[in-house]
């Protein structure tokens, strides 16, 4: 099953009072990288995190947003600094008695006074609050892994239109291949005659050459060994593993056997088989990018 590095994931849970919201987007990455934004106060989160998002995802950089809210009564409270309520009652009986103003404060204007009160977050339920992060995260990775899955099938129409393309340039290849030797032993026959002319051609001679020739033009491992890499590719399609890597590496080889042959090619049709061939390995190895 191909599955691609690209798509996005959403998960909620919630219970007395709690709420965790997890969101999920990942992109494309040679390895699994994995960025987590917690509130402070919920970093004991993130290495159990970490370990769920990598028992899932193989491949792939992750950007992970945690939300998190406590409704519950007991999850605030105020903290009056008395000390400094004191010292603004103090300060405001002088004021009062130097200026001739009314000085008193009511509670009111006390808790609106700077530094004079501070709320409190109260020590939250640790294992409440990681079995809620889990199931929200559960539920964001399956949504995240869904899209991922369903962009992969999309990749794998593709490649395997494309393997097509270069399983049919192979018996192009293959089937011209030959014709170019005869071909080749044409021409020189006919230029040897036109040159001598009336003298007899030394056939032996010719047929050495054409062997040379034969030799150093033949295709037919780099054909073999196409044909093998396509088979591997077909049968990688099929892996329920990751393949990404595995597909990247079969690519470098695909590419490796059109140079050879491209290098080999001593004709017109063949330089052009070639150059489609590396057209269409180039772009599978486009969208193998995109493969976990």
């Given at each position: 099953m191909i599955s691609s590095m690209t798509g996005y994931g959403r998960g909620f849970a919630g219970r007395e009072g709690r709420e965790i919201t997890v969101e999920l987007k990942s992109v494309n990455h040679r390895y699994l990288d994995i960025s987590l934004r917690l509130p402070r106060h919920l970093v004991f989160?993130?290495?159990?995190?970490?370990?769920?998002?990598?028992g899932s995802i193989s491949r792939g950089h992750v950007d992970v947003y945690i939300n998190y809210r406590n409704t519950r009564n007991d999850s605030k409270s105020i903290l009056v600094d008395e000390?400094?309520?004191?010292?603004?009652?103090?300060?405001?009986?002088?004021?009062?008695?130097?200026?001739?103003?009314?000085?008193?404060?009511?509670?009111?204007?006390?808790?609106?006074?700077?530094?004079?009160?501070?709320?409190?977050?109260?020590?939250?339920?640790?294992?409440?609050?990681?079995?809620?992060?889990?199931?929200?995260?559960?539920?964001?990775?399956?949504?995240?892994?869904?899209?991922?899955?369903?962009?992969?099938?999309?990749?794998?129409?593709?490649?395997?239109?494309?393997?097509q393309v270069i399983c049919d340039l192979g018996v192009r290849i293959a089937e011209r291949a030959p014709l170019v030797?005869?071909?080749?032993?044409?021409?020189?026959?006919?230029?040897?005659?036109?040159?001598?002319?009336?003298v007899e051609v030394d056939r032996s001679r010719l047929a050495t050459e054409v062997a040379l020739f034969a030799d150093k033009a033949s295709v037919d491992e780099e054909i073999t060994r196409l044909n093998s890499?396509?088979?591997?590719?077909?049968?990688?399609?099929?892996?329920?593993?990751?393949?990404?890597?595995?597909?990247?590496?079969?690519?470098?080889?695909?590419?490796?056997?059109?140079?050879?042959?491209?290098?080999?090619?001593?004709d017109t049709e063949l330089v052009n088989a070639v150059l489609l061939g590396k057209g269409e390995v180039e772009k599978i190895r486009e969208q193998v990018q995109n493969i976990e």
């Open positions: 989160l993130e290495d159990t995190l970490r370990r769920q998002i990598a000390a400094i309520v004191s010292q603004y009652i103090t300060a405001a009986k002088e004021i009062a008695g130097r200026y001739d103003v009314d000085g008193r404060l009511n509670a009111a204007n006390v808790l609106r006074l700077p530094d004079a009160v501070s709320v409190i977050e109260a020590e939250e339920d640790r294992d409440e609050v990681l079995l809620l992060a889990q199931n929200a995260m559960e539920a964001a990775l399956k949504e995240l892994i869904t899209m991922r899955e369903a962009e992969g099938e999309r990749l794998l129409k593709d490649l395997e239109a494309r393997v030797v005869e071909e080749y032993r044409a021409k020189l026959n006919e230029r040897i005659a036109f040159v001598l002319q009336e890499h396509v088979t591997q590719m077909k049968n990688t399609f099929l892996s329920k593993e990751p393949s990404g890597r595995k597909l990247d590496f079969i690519v470098q080889e695909l590419n490796r056997e059109f140079n050879t042959i491209g290098s080999k090619a001593n």
